[in-house]
């Protein structure tokens, strides 16, 4: 089965608006969570990560909440601009164990002016 | 700073055939990893490679092969090339194996597409 998963294969925004993307994972020994960014015909590169130690962590523009119970964790981007617009995947792994960094399948964003 | 770069850009092949996909990187990095795209799947790893003269298999390994060479190179083989296929494959690399060196550098991409 897929072990981490995200629902919503895309996501419309007002420039300006919060952007909310999520993601679930099925591993209760993840303790790395990560999202990336892609841009079309470009590589995935790391926007932010976490460990399982802290259940938030800002960075500009970019927050991601950690739900450890819920096996939940959340991007949460402020202020979107066009440029935001991309594909995010997720991305969670477990350091103690094989720690295969497991991707979901990706939400497109589009943040419209 | 430092940079992956795969070869070939564009790979057309036949039903069949066997083809090479090659990536270098000159981070220095040792763990170095294979992943195909398909739209709607995310990335799925197929092969990667801990250390120089390590190889370990993906969930997606079935179908290919890996080599990595030498430390600053890893390379990919499709055994045999399955009809209309149609994927994108992303090398990638990392400091060490997860711990706490886990982000990852991708390369652009090879996409492949079988006649």
């Known amino acids: 089965g897929q072990q981490v998963k995200q629902s919503s294969p895309s996501l419309t925004v007002q420039e300006g608006g919060i952007s909310i993307l999520n993601c679930d994972y099925e591993?209760?020994?993840?303790?790395?969570f990560a999202w990336y960014k892609k841009y079309p015909d470009n590589s995935p590169t790391l926007l932010i990560s976490?460990?399982?130690?802290?259940d938030k962590r800002e960075d500009g523009r970019l927050t991601v909440f950690l739900n450890k119970s819920g096996k939940h964790f959340s991007l949460h981007i402020t202020a979107s601009q066009p440029e935001d617009t991309a594909v995010y995947l997720c991305?969670?792994?477990?350091?103690?164990?094989?720690?295969?960094?497991?991707f979901g399948e990706g939400t497109k964003l589009t943040v419209s002016s | 700073g430092g940079i992956i770069t795969q070869t070939p850009k564009f790979l057309i092949g036949q039903e069949g055939q066997k083809l090479t996909l090659k990536c270098q990187q000159n981070?220095?990095?040792?763990?170095m990893y294979w992943y195909r795209q398909d739209s709607g799947k995310g990335l799925r790893l197929i092969y990667y490679?801990?250390?120089?003269?390590?190889?370990q298999k993906g969930d997606l390994s079935e179908g290919y092969d890996a080599s990595r060479e030498k430390k600053s190179s890893f390379s990919l083989t499709v055994t045999s090339a399955q009809k209309n296929e149609m994927a994108v494959f992303l090398c990638?690399?990392?400091?060490?194996?997860?711990?706490?060196?886990?982000?990852?550098?991708f390369g652009p991409g090879t996409r492949l597409t079988v006649l």
């Open positions: 990638a690399s990392s400091i060490d194996w997860g711990g706490a060196y886990a982000e990852q550098f």
């Open positions: 591993n209760d020994m993840f303790d790395y």
């Open positions: 976490v460990r399982s130690n802290v």
């Open positions: 991305a969670a792994l477990n350091q103690g164990g094989s720690a295969k960094l497991i």
């Open positions: 981070f220095n990095h040792d763990t």
């Open positions: 490679s801990i250390t120089e003269n390590d190889l």
